[in-house]
């Protein structure tokens, strides 16, 4: 029972033996930690980032800003009470946090928004300032 493989056919190709012995060495790491999938659009006036988040209810996720740097992050928390009994699990419980830079970002004015997984932020950038000309009298 507990050798229970899901969709999938044991076979002992020489393939299949390279596999195995990536998945132990390096233990999954690939695997470990939640993606965090990010696109930046640049679109003139502001910036839309796209960040996949997969699995996260809009309440797990957490936005802050503070001295030019946007600070996201989401926590799956696992349900204490279990009434399953387990025969394989794959779901994973955890967080995920990425920084971005937003020194040229008006931070006031950022918009977010989730839907089917994909936190999308609108991000208009601060105005260029000027350069003002101003006449300097010769005395």
Known sequence: MFD????????NSLFRYFDDFDRSFFGGLQNMWPSCQTDIVDQGDRYILRIDLPGFEKEEIHLDVEGGRLTLSAEHKEEKEEKNRFIRRERRYGSVS????????DAENIRASYKNGVLELNMPKKAERQPQQKPIEIH
């Open 4 to 11: 229970l493989m899901p969709f999938e056919r044991k076979d």
């Open 98 to 105: 990425r920084s971005f830079d937003i020194a040229n970002i």
